[in-house]
């Protein structure tokens, strides 16, 4: 069993939005940072945000504006990647990660891992 678990990727034209979701497994225990990374063909993995449970968010420039991170209000475990105005180069694999300190921005480190879930933006 994945010890974290993505879902809501998909097809979408330029111009439109996805909401991502991550459940974490119940064999993880203390998250404090919640975050969501990608990695699209060819380029290393990178940062988009991240959200501690303190309610501190963090961004990178390019999801600024365009998207938000979320932790479910009601469940500890999961947590949300909501995408607006999605463009062609936000194509990537999209990986929940989780930790229960802060996770690296560059190079990429958490404690925990999804196995992703695709995102394509069509033009």
């Known amino acids: 069993q994945a010890l974290l678990t993505e879902s809501g990727g998909g097809l979408v034209q330029s111009g439109g939005s996805l909401s991502l979701s991550c459940t974490a497994s119940?064999?993880?225990?203390?998250?404090?940072?919640m975050a969501w990374f990608r990695q699209a063909p060819g380029k290393d993995r990178e940062f988009v945000g991240s959200?501690?449970?303190?309610?501190?968010?963090?961004y990178a420039d390019f999801a600024k504006g365009r998207f938000t991170l979320s932790r479910d209000n009601t469940r500890s475990d999961m947590w949300y990647l909501q995408m607006n105005n999605l463009r062609p180069e936000d194509t990537a694999d999209y990986y929940c990660?989780?930790?229960?300190?802060?996770?690296?921005?560059?190079?990429?480190?958490?404690?925990?891992w999804g196995s992703g879930t695709q995102v394509t933006v069509s033009s």
């Open positions: 959200v501690s449970r303190n309610g501190r968010s963090v």
């Open positions: 119940a064999r993880i225990v203390n998250i404090y940072t």
């Open positions: 990660a989780a930790d229960p300190g802060d996770v690296r921005r560059n190079p990429p480190q958490a404690a925990y």
